[in-house]
């Protein structure tokens, strides 16, 4: 019984900040790497940012200075700070873990994947 919830979706302004949380269940994702995906309609699967058991993260070039993803082993739960939000960022939001240490930004790398939580940027 795997699984990851996300959370903390919504709508917000272009300019704003929204946070997004994955909580894992049934494991500890401790040696478990994360990463974050979106897919808006008519588009791909694009992935946003990963992290490594190690802490050793990465995001996607059309995120870098805005986004930060963190974990938090003790709440056995990963999360996305997205500032300065663009209506481009609009799309579905999901997180995915993998038994492997090491993070990549490719779909196909993880194994599970939660629910996906709808982020809207709008005025």
């Known amino acids: 019984q795997l699984q990851l919830v996300e959370s903390g979706g919504g709508l917000v302004q272009p300019g704003g900040s929204m946070r997004l949380s994955c909580a894992a269940s049934g494991f500890t994702l401790n040696n478990y790497a994360i990463g974050w995906f979106r897919q808006a309609p008519g588009k791909e699967r694009e992935g946003v940012s990963c992290i490594g058991s190690s802490g050793l993260a990465n995001n996607a070039d059309s995120v870098k200075g805005r986004f930060t993803i963190s974990r938090d082993n003790a709440r056995n739960t990963v999360y996305l700070q997205m500032d300065t939000l663009r209506p481009e960022d609009t799309a579905v939001y999901y997180c995915?873990?993998?038994?492997?240490?090491?993070?990549?930004?490719?779909?196909?790398?993880?194994?599970?994947w939660g629910q996906g939580t709808q982020v809207t940027v709008s005025s």
């Open positions: 995915a873990a993998t038994t492997s240490r090491t993070a990549t930004l490719k779909p196909s790398w993880y194994e599970y």
